[in-house]
Structures are given as structure tokens and as C-alpha cells.
């Protein structure tokens, strides 16, 4: 069975019979008009924005002299960040500064691109594999658009956690733009058509992972090394590509939007009577590994926590001018008495969308850049550039843990992430310990992920290989390319007969990791193997917790060993048992009186709000019970009142 066909569009014209092959995007009018003036609001913008102007800057570049050696690109795996989206969480969690929830240009996010869903088609599988994939041999009967626009509350505002028709985290025009972008980056890279010109890589034949203009372009047959894809297979299909991505909408979407960016002249020579099919694996949330997973790995956590309480982390706390003169800011200026958990993702969000940012931070002239602002008593109480000053604060004591200790909780938390990317690679560039099972590793792999999937992956690369305050922009995109050494040239650099090129937002970074030539583009793919494989693990980590049982460091584990011991003792004391059966029947007595006594308050208060509800006609739909704050995404604070408190779920805050 084929699984159903996830449309990604905003109008579709099914009456006349148009039928989409791939996300596609035509914005309603109110949006074009928007999109028009797309960055225009503001002299400059972060590189965290990835305009148009900044998403052009990361274009694959050629592979330039390797020394003459000889080589052919076989694999490449990406691994992107989803596209701009919206605010991760919604009031009263998401706080930035006064006045950002009651101003409705801050305050109301309404949303263009929507998803449209197709049913299964069961009964209508056509050139069906053995392995379930395939076509579908006619188009949908029907679709379903889906809108967040249930919860009217007023005229243009809904009780949704945004106040209007956008999801928490979702996708934007723009998002979309910047992934459509990245997928031609890979297409002119990658693709060879017989037409492509010198400005792209794949005018150079050593870069051409398809040549289009030769039959059986799909895969490598065995021969001239391991199999890798099938040649027999459309190109989108596995084993040819492999798409993975977590179950958040901006992250699959993102995925699909880039694919057809690289694949869309091959989706639409798609027969009348097919609609493509490409696979997509994902996970349950709560247990997938595209991002560091402290619920299923409680020693990260222990990591986490001791980068926190180290030396270095306190020093920087204690006696950092920039974090005083932060906070004095934000005291006086926007009325704070500590940086918020979601100040940074406000202030991005916010310029990045082109709304109005408080005027006293409204000065990003891209003077300072990732590095943090110059520490030293001169600067003291100098309020200029602070845009900048305040999301490099913010960026550094978020990223600390993951470069901490030779980046021991990044290798921790990513091994599994790794794990699978390096079952792609291996049994390319060492087929003979590590030989494919039973399906080709295929010649793309593309990961959608996070901001907080990029950096770790970075931080476990190697000190020189990310700065630890350079935040991944929206819809970055992190390379590894393998290539087949087919002449040597008579030299030693490549014992292993594969290499690989490390490539980050146009940037190759592959001299920057230990064991690789400076200025050199590729290098030995034992390099790689040897630095992430160590770590690269999942199930077979040592994720136990070698601090308290207690999460974060609490008392809980001693006051534990305290009651056990009082009760031991009891229990050793004439008539100690009676005691404690005594405490027993009298506990069950008051715990049943505490029972009934809540439950009669929680069915009055349910009676109470229904009525109040009835008489005034309307009620807000943004009531939310303690556990459900406690519950939602971005709740716990990335930057605490302390600059150093730290939650399990923070992670989560700022992707």
C-alpha cells in the first residue's frame, strides 16, 4: 500500500484538472502584495533572515584543483534547517517585551500557505515494487485543505496560541523561498543536463552525481565500486534518495519544498496518469534523535548540567561586562528584569517578518557580527548596537554545553543522528567491513532538521569547525560530499580511495576539521570515519545517569536515602511495624477525604465556566491550565534570571 501523497500548496485548481506533482505555491493576492515588500522595512537584516541577497551567497561551489588527482562525486548527504517560520510558542510563555501580545502587528500571526491533504488511493497502485513503493495511477479523488481558523473570537483574530490562522513553528512565503532556493543550489551543483553552464558546479564532470543526458542515470551499478542507488529507479525514488526528517510541519515541509527544487523537471515528465510518490521517514517526536534527545538519554542531561555549573560557565556569568550591561538594558529600556527565555527568537522572528521591533532595539546595522561584543570596563554602559549585543548574549549562553568539554554532550546527544548518516556512507567508502544490507546506500541523503540539529553536528566536527556563537540562519544547509578517487596520481593523500569535501552555507569548512590538509577542499574519508565514529551510536551509548536520580541536580536522591534509613530504623524499633501500618490506614483515609474534596471543586468550577461562558456569549479560548504551560514547547527559559538555570526541555526554545 502506498502511504497517502501529503500535497503542500495554497490554491489548486482540481476542476480543471490541474494536477500537482510536488509542493507547489501560488499566494493569495493579500500575500503577494506582502511578499512584494519583503525586506524592505529595514536598512539590513541578520544573516539569521536569510534573504534572498543572503540565501544567493550559498550556492555549492566548484570543486577547484585537487593536485592532480582524479576524482567523481558518488554521495552527497544534506542536512538542512527548516525555512523562516513563526514564533515557536504562543502567550503567556512566549514573552518578549511590553506591549508584543496587545500590538496585533506582533500579536496576530495569520498565514497564506496552507496544506492540503490527499486520502490513500488503496485501490489505484500502479507499477507496484515488492518493497510497497511505486505510482499512483490516477489522481486523488479529493482533497483537504487544511486551516487553522476554527477558533474565531473576533473579526481577523482566532483563540489559536498565535491570535490567528498560523500554527506554532510553522513555515512561511518565505521559508518556503529559502528552501525552493536551496534545492535549485543543489540541482545546479549536482545535475548535469548537457545545458548547464560554467557559473554552476556540475559543468565540471568530477561534480556530476546525475549526468541527465546518459540512460540509466538513476544509480551505479557494481563495477566500479560499490552499488550505489539503482539505475532502474526514477531518480527520485529509493534507493536513489533517502528522505529523513522529525514530524514537525516546517521541517517536512521544508524537506519536500527542497526536493522540488532539485527534482520538478523530473516530477513533471511524470506520466498524465501518475502522481509521484517519494518517501519520507520520520519518527515519533518524543523519540526521535534529529535533535539532542535528553528524554531518552538521561546522561546528556548530566552533561548539560556540568557545562553549567563548570568554572568557565560561572567565570563568564560573574564577571562578564557585555552580560551586565545586557541586562541593565533590558531593565531600563524595555522594562525586563531578566532576558526572557524567548528573547531572541523574539527579536528574530520579529525583524525577520519585517514588524516593528522596540525602538531602542531597533539599531542591527551588522557592525558586530557573531562575535560577542569586546568584554572590558570601557564599554560599560554603552547602550549602541544593542540588537546585536542582546542575541549574542542570548546565542552564547545557549550554545555553551555543545562545544563544553570537546563537545562530549554534542557527541552524546547527536551519535545516534550520526549513526544514521554514516550507514549512507560507509558501506561506500568501506564496503568491505561495512557492506550494504541487502538495499544500495543511496546518492542523496537529505536530513530536515533544526537550528539545534546544525550546531551540534558542527560543535562535534571539531573545535575549528564552528565558532559555538554563530547561530544556523534559517534554511541552513550543511553538506558532505564523497568522492571516488579514480586516479591518485601517484600520491598517498587518499589511502582509502574515497575523500570527502564539508561544505556549510556555501562555505567548504573540510581543511578546518584535525587530520585534513590546510587549504585543502577534500580529504581522506578515514578522516571523517575516525573523528564521528567513535560516538557515532544509539542504542549501544551509555546514556545512564551518573548524577543524582533526581533530574538537574535536585536533593530528591538524598532525601531518599534519608527515609529509607528512618524507616529501617522503625522497623527495628519495638512496635515499629504497628507504626507503620498505622501511617499507612491513616494516609489512605486523608488521601481519599483530599480525593473528594478536589473533585467536587474541579466539577464546580467546570459548572461555574460554563456558565460564565453562556451569559457573556463568548469566552476566551486562550485559557490554559498549569499543566498544559507546563507542557507547551518553549515554557522552560533558554536564558534564565540567572544566566545559568537549565531545563530539560530547552532545547526546544529557540528552534
Same mark, same amino acid.
Given at each position: 500500500?502506498?502511504?497517502?501523497?501529503? !500535497?503542500?500548496?495554497?490554491?489548486?485548481?482540481?476542476?480543471?484538472?490541474?494536477?500537482?506533482?510536488?509542493?507547489?505555491?501560488?499566494?493569495?493576492?493579500?500575500?503577494?502584495?506582502?511578499?512584494?515588500? =519583503?525586506?524592505?522595512?529595514?536598512?539590513?537584516?541578520?544573516?539569521?533572515?536569510?534573504?534572498?541577497?543572503?540565501?544567493?551567497?550559498?550556492?555549492?561551489?566548484?570543486?577547484?584543483?585537487?593536485?592532480?588527482?582524479?576524482?567523481?562525486?558518488?554521495?552527497?548527504?544534506?542536512?538542512?534547517?527548516?525555512?523562516?517560520?513563526?514564533?515557536?510558542?504562543?502567550?503567556?510563555?512566549?514573552?518578549?517585551?511590553?506591549?508584543?501580545?496587545?500590538?496585533?502587528?506582533?500579536?496576530?500571526?495569520?498565514?497564506?500557505?496552507?496544506?492540503?491533504?490527499?486520502?490513500?488511493?488503496?485501490?489505484?497502485?500502479?507499477?507496484?515494487?515488492?518493497?510497497?513503493?511505486?505510482?499512483?495511477?490516477?489522481?486523488?479523488?479529493?482533497?483537504?485543505?487544511?486551516?487553522?481558523? =476554527?477558533?474565531?473570537?473576533?473579526?481577523?483574530?482566532?483563540?489559536?496560541?498565535?491570535?490567528?490562522?498560523?500554527?506554532?513553528?510553522?513555515?512561511?512565503?518565505?521559508?518556503?523561498?529559502? /528552501?525552493?532556493?536551496?534545492?535549485?543550489?543543489?540541482?545546479?551543483?549536482?545535475?548535469?543536463?548537457?545545458?548547464?553552464?560554467?557559473?554552476?558546479?556540475?559543468?565540471?564532470?568530477?561534480?556530476?552525481?546525475?549526468?541527465?543526458?546518459?540512460?540509466?542515470?538513476?544509480?551505479?551499478?557494481?563495477?566500479?565500486?560499490?552499488?550505489?542507488?539503482?539505475?532502474?529507479?526514477?531518480?527520485?525514488?529509493?534507493?536513489?534518495?533517502?528522505?529523513?526528517?522529525?514530524?514537525?510541519?516546517?521541517?517536512?515541509?521544508?524537506?519536500?519544498?527542497?526536493?522540488?527544487?532539485?527534482?520538478?523537471?523530473?516530477?513533471?515528465?511524470?506520466?498524465?496518469?501518475?502522481?509521484?510518490?517519494?518517501?519520507?521517514?520520520?519518527?515519533?517526536?518524543?523519540?526521535?534523535?534529529?535533535?539532542?534527545?535528553?528524554?531518552?538519554?538521561?546522561?546528556?542531561?548530566?552533561?548539560?548540567? /556540568?557545562?553549567?555549573?563548570?568554572?568557565?560557565?560561572?567565570?563568564?556569568?560573574?564577571?562578564?561586562?557585555?552580560?551586565?550591561?545586557?541586562?541593565?538594558?533590558?531593565?531600563?529600556?524595555?522594562?525586563?528584569?531578566?532576558?526572557?527565555?524567548?528573547?531572541?527568537?523574539?527579536?528574530?522572528?520579529?525583524?525577520?517578518?519585517?514588524?516593528?521591533?522596540?525602538?531602542?532595539?531597533?539599531?542591527?546595522?551588522?557592525?558586530?557580527?557573531?562575535?560577542?561584543?569586546?568584554?572590558?570596563?570601557?564599554?560599560?554602559?554603552?547602550?549602541?548596537?544593542?540588537?546585536?549585543?542582546?542575541?549574542?548574549?542570548?546565542?552564547?549562553?545557549?550554545?555553551?554545553?555543545?562545544?563544553?568539554?570537546?563537545?562530549?554532550?554534542?557527541?552524546?546527544?547527536?551519535?545516534?543522528?550520526?549513526?544514521?548518516?554514516?550507514?549512507?556512507?560507509?558501506?561506500?567508502?568501506?564496503?568491505?567491513?561495512?557492506?550494504?544490507?541487502?538495499?544500495?546506500?543511496?546518492?542523496?541523503?537529505?536530513?530536515?532538521?533544526?537550528?539545534?540539529?546544525?550546531?551540534?553536528?558542527?560543535?562535534?566536527?571539531?573545535?575549528?569547525?564552528?565558532?559555538?556563537?554563530?547561530?544556523?540562519?534559517?534554511?541552513?544547509? @550543511?553538506?558532505?560530499?564523497?568522492?571516488?578517487?579514480?586516479?591518485?596520481?601517484?600520491?598517498?593523500?587518499?589511502?582509502?580511495?574515497? =575523500?570527502?569535501?564539508?561544505?556549510?552555507?556555501?562555505?567548504?569548512?573540510?581543511?578546518?576539521?584535525?587530520?585534513?590538509?590546510?587549504?585543502?577542499?577534500?580529504?581522506?574519508?578515514?578522516?571523517?570515519?575516525?573523528?564521528?565514529?567513535?560516538?557515532?551510536?544509539?542504542?549501544?551509548?551509555?546514556?545512564?545517569?551518573?548524577?543524582?536520580?533526581?533530574?538537574?541536580?535536585?536533593?530528591?536522591?538524598?532525601?531518599?536515602?534519608?527515609?529509607?534509613?528512618?524507616?529501617?530504623?522503625?522497623?527495628?524499633?519495638?512496635?515499629?511495624?504497628?507504626?507503620?501500618?498505622?501511617?499507612?490506614?491513616?494516609?489512605?483515609?486523608?488521601?481519599?477525604?483530599?480525593?473528594?474534596?478536589?473533585?467536587?471543586? @474541579?466539577?464546580?468550577?467546570?459548572?461555574?465556566?460554563?456558565?460564565?461562558?453562556?451569559?457573556?456569549?463568548?469566552?476566551?479560548?486562550?485559557?490554559?491550565?498549569?499543566?498544559?504551560?507546563?507542557?507547551?514547547?518553549?515554557?522552560?527559559? =533558554?536564558?534564565?534570571?540567572?544566566?545559568?538555570?537549565?531545563?530539560?526541555?530547552?532545547?526546544?526554545? !529557540?528552534?
Amino acid at each position: 500500500m502506498i502511504v497517502p501523497a501529503l !500535497l503542500l500548496l495554497n490554491q489548486l485548481d482540481v476542476a480543471s484538472g490541474v494536477r500537482p506533482v510536488f509542493p507547489y505555491f501560488s499566494p493569495a493576492a493579500s500575500q503577494e502584495a506582502a511578499e512584494e515588500h =519583503a525586506y524592505t522595512k529595514y536598512e539590513k537584516y541578520p544573516p539569521y533572515c536569510s534573504t534572498p541577497d543572503e540565501m544567493e551567497t550559498r550556492a555549492v561551489p566548484p570543486l577547484g584543483d585537487i593536485g592532480g588527482v582524479s576524482s567523481q562525486l558518488v554521495h552527497v548527504t544534506a542536512l538542512i534547517r527548516h525555512g523562516a517560520r513563526t514564533p515557536f510558542a504562543g502567550a503567556p510563555s512566549y514573552q518578549c517585551w511590553e506591549g508584543y501580545w496587545e500590538d496585533e502587528e506582533t500579536g496576530v500571526w495569520d498565514c497564506d500557505l496552507k496544506t492540503y491533504i490527499s486520502p490513500p488511493a488503496v485501490t489505484k497502485e500502479k507499477g507496484q515494487a515488492a518493497d510497497g513503493e511505486g505510482v499512483l495511477d490516477e489522481d486523488p479523488d479529493f482533497l483537504f485543505e487544511k486551516r487553522y481558523d =476554527a477558533l474565531l473570537v473576533s473579526p481577523g483574530k482566532t483563540g489559536n496560541n498565535l491570535n490567528g490562522t498560523c500554527q506554532m513553528g510553522q513555515l512561511l512565503t518565505r521559508g518556503y523561498d529559502q /528552501e525552493l532556493k536551496n534545492g535549485l543550489h543543489l540541482r545546479q551543483a549536482y545535475f548535469y543536463d548537457g545545458k548547464t553552464t560554467d557559473a554552476h558546479a556540475a559543468s565540471d564532470a568530477r561534480m556530476r552525481l546525475w549526468d541527465l543526458s546518459n540512460e540509466g542515470i538513476g544509480g551505479r551499478r557494481a563495477g566500479s565500486g560499490p552499488t550505489i542507488g539503482d539505475p532502474a529507479k526514477r531518480i527520485y525514488q529509493e534507493p536513489n534518495l533517502r528522505y529523513r526528517a522529525d514530524d514537525e510541519q516546517r521541517t517536512l515541509m521544508s524537506g519536500q519544498i527542497l526536493l522540488r527544487g532539485v527534482f520538478e523537471p523530473e516530477l513533471e515528465t511524470t506520466e498524465d496518469d501518475e502522481a509521484a510518490v517519494i518517501r519520507l521517514h520520520t519518527a515519533d517526536s518524543h523519540f526521535d534523535i534529529l535533535e539532542i534527545n535528553r528524554h531518552i538519554c538521561p546522561r546528556a542531561n548530566d552533561l548539560h548540567d /556540568e557545562a553549567y555549573a563548570s568554572d568557565e560557565y560561572k567565570n563568564w556569568v560573574d564577571n562578564s561586562v557585555e552580560i551586565q550591561t545586557v541586562k541593565t538594558f533590558l531593565k531600563d529600556q524595555l522594562g525586563l528584569d531578566e532576558m526572557p527565555m524567548a528573547m531572541f527568537d523574539c527579536m528574530m522572528t520579529t525583524i525577520c517578518t519585517d514588524r516593528s521591533l522596540p525602538s531602542s532595539l531597533n539599531d542591527y546595522d551588522g557592525s558586530l557580527g557573531p562575535t560577542p561584543y569586546e568584554e572590558s570596563q570601557e564599554n560599560a554602559g554603552d547602550a549602541t548596537a544593542m540588537f546585536e549585543r542582546v542575541a549574542n548574549v542570548a546565542i552564547k549562553n545557549f550554545t555553551f554545553p555543545y562545544k563544553y568539554n570537546n563537545a562530549a554532550y554534542a557527541k552524546l546527544g547527536m551519535g545516534p543522528l550520526w549513526k544514521e548518516i554514516m550507514a549512507n556512507i560507509l558501506p561506500i567508502v568501506d564496503s568491505a567491513n561495512n557492506p550494504s544490507s541487502g538495499t544500495p546506500p543511496p546518492k542523496l541523503a537529505l536530513f530536515s532538521g533544526h537550528d539545534t540539529t546544525l550546531m551540534p553536528i558542527l560543535a562535534t566536527l571539531g573545535d575549528e569547525v564552528w565558532s559555538g556563537t554563530d547561530w544556523a540562519p534559517y534554511a541552513s544547509m @550543511l553538506q558532505i560530499e564523497i568522492h571516488e578517487i579514480t586516479d591518485s596520481g601517484g600520491g598517498s593523500d587518499f589511502p582509502s580511495g574515497y =575523500a570527502f569535501r564539508l561544505i556549510y552555507n556555501g562555505a567548504v569548512l573540510t581543511d578546518k576539521m584535525d587530520g585534513c590538509a590546510a587549504d585543502s577542499e577534500l580529504c581522506d574519508s578515514q578522516v571523517l570515519a575516525k573523528q564521528v565514529m567513535p560516538f557515532a551510536k544509539y542504542q549501544e551509548r551509555d546514556c545512564a545517569s551518573t548524577m543524582s536520580a533526581a533530574p538537574h541536580g535536585s536533593p530528591g536522591d538524598g532525601m531518599v536515602k534519608e527515609m529509607k534509613n528512618a524507616t529501617e530504623e522503625l522497623i527495628a524499633a519495638p512496635g515499629g511495624l504497628w507504626v507503620i501500618v498505622a501511617l499507612v490506614f491513616s494516609s489512605m483515609f486523608f488521601g481519599c477525604m483530599l480525593t473528594i474534596c478536589l473533585v467536587k471543586r @474541579l466539577t464546580r468550577k467546570t459548572h461555574v465556566y460554563r456558565r460564565d461562558s453562556s451569559a457573556l456569549g463568548g469566552f476566551s479560548m486562550r485559557v490554559m491550565d498549569n499543566d498544559e504551560v507546563a507542557d507547551s514547547p518553549g515554557v522552560e527559559s =533558554a536564558v534564565s534570571a540567572n544566566y545559568g538555570s537549565t531545563h530539560k526541555d530547552d532545547e526546544n526554545t !529557540l528552534i
